[in-house]
């Protein structure tokens, strides 16, 4: 099954995945290393991103932690905004990921720099206007799962059956969105939001059942805590078990991988790629 996403009109497949890297423009990120306060940090971060094989850029003025401030949609685009004026003139062909929940800042983001993506953690539940915002702006659209906000997402685990209610979440806001004429939908099963350690397993390794949406599948685990919590560590000392995972999730058919670390993934990417070359039936 080939998989695209049209970005500005051309068509980017996945026949091999992509690194997609991450910048933060905020203070309290849950890896300190990925924040980026300054002009010049945000540069040299973007610019590490692209020599180092990432293919994406993603940034974000707002931090997922259960433990950080909501930030309101002005003042996220006070951090945003700014930012992406700086990456666009330094950058004017990088594809550019915008990370909000937000349809008014998504639309700026599309209308007055440029973005070439829209990566909503919420999956259209936090403002009731992304998804028909996401149809007017025409851009690919990464659809994450998560139940609540960032700040109380931890209080909604619970499932009557984890797996199937979690393939329905994507069925009803997939066919909802192609209803609105999008059609250009990333997928997201949203490792550590709304979800136990526990649960962030069992996701990893029914991956595979995602296939059926036909669409591009993004996985983001970089440092997260189902990795640190479970090797009794820190976020600083995590990348040994977000390569690991990074290689489980590449195994089970991800086409994108969201990273801190672009040069180790990209890396994984291609020893994963090979081995897959030879994997087929004797």
Not at 19 to 33: C, E, K, Q, R, W
Not at 87 to 116: M, Q
Not at 172 to 177: A, C, G
Request: with cysteine.
């Amino acid at each position: 099954m080939k998989k695209y996403i049209n970005i500005k009109g051309s068509l980017v497949d996945f026949d091999t995945p992509i690194v997609m890297g991450i910048v933060n423009v905020t203070p309290d990120s849950f890896y300190a290393a990925s924040r980026k306060q300054t002009e010049d940090s945000l540069i040299a971060r973007c610019r590490q991103i692209m020599e180092e094989g990432g293919a994406i850029i993603d940034i974000g003025a707002q931090s997922s932690s259960p433990e950080s401030k909501f930030l309101s949609a002005e003042e996220e685009a006070a951090r945003l905004m700014p930012a992406l004026a700086a990456i666009r003139k330094e950058f004017p062909s990088a594809v550019l990921s915008v990370d909000t929940f937000y349809a008014e800042v998504a639309k700026r983001a599309v209308l007055d720099f440029g973005a070439d993506i829209i990566n909503d953690v919420s999956g259209g539940q936090i403002d009731e206007n992304m998804f028909s915002t996401a149809a007017e702006l025409n851009v690919p659209y990464i659809l994450m799962q998560m139940r609540g906000t960032p700040q109380t997402m931890q209080q909604h685990t619970q499932y009557d059956n984890f797996i199937q209610d979690f393939l329905y979440y994507f069925s009803e806001k997939i066919n909802r969105l192609n209803q609105l004429g999008v059609n250009d939908i990333i997928i997201d099963p949203g490792f550590g939001f709304s979800k136990t350690i526990e649960q962030n397993y069992e996701l990893m390794a029914c991956l595979k059942y995602l296939d059926v949406f036909e669409a591009p599948l993004l996985v983001g685990i970089s440092r997260k805590s189902m990795i640190y919590k479970l090797l009794k560590t820190r976020p600083e000392e995590s990348l040994n078990g977000t390569t690991a995972l990074n290689t489980a999730a590449l195994l089970s058919g991800a086409d994108i991988l969201r990273v801190h670390d672009v040069k180790e993934a990209v890396e994984c990417v291609k020893i994963v790629t090979e081995i897959k070359k030879f994997d087929k039936p004797v």
